[in-house]
């Protein structure tokens, strides 16, 4: 038989489950220009994002004929990286090439 003291120290456990949010999302996109060379874009979208020749042209293609164009969608800092990436890499080559973020 339990006295009543035993009741004060038993307590209830209870787990709770920490409540983890999605990192945010941020679009990479390039943004076209009347120099830099297509060819040259195509070979940024297949060294940096990872893109086959027919996506990466594909790509390419939607950037001259619209001004903007996606290259992915990553966590804040991969898509840092691959703006600083592909900007280091277009100054490197002496194009004007920009390269940005935004969230998505």
Do not use: W
């Amino acid at each position: 038989m339990r006295r009543a003291d035993d009741d004060a120290r038993i307590g209830v456990i209870t787990r709770t489950k920490p409540k983890t949010k999605r990192p945010s999302l941020y679009r990479v996109l390039l943004l076209n220009d009347d120099y830099t060379p297509m060819e040259f874009v195509v070979h940024v979208l297949e060294r940096f994002f990872q893109k086959g020749r027919e996506e990466a042209t594909k790509i390419m293609l939607h950037v001259h004929q619209h001004g903007v164009g996606e290259c992915g969608v990553y966590t804040f800092e991969v898509a840092e990286t691959k703006v600083t990436q592909v900007m280091d890499f277009a100054r490197k080559h002496q194009h004007p090439l920009q390269c940005v973020m935004e969230k998505k």
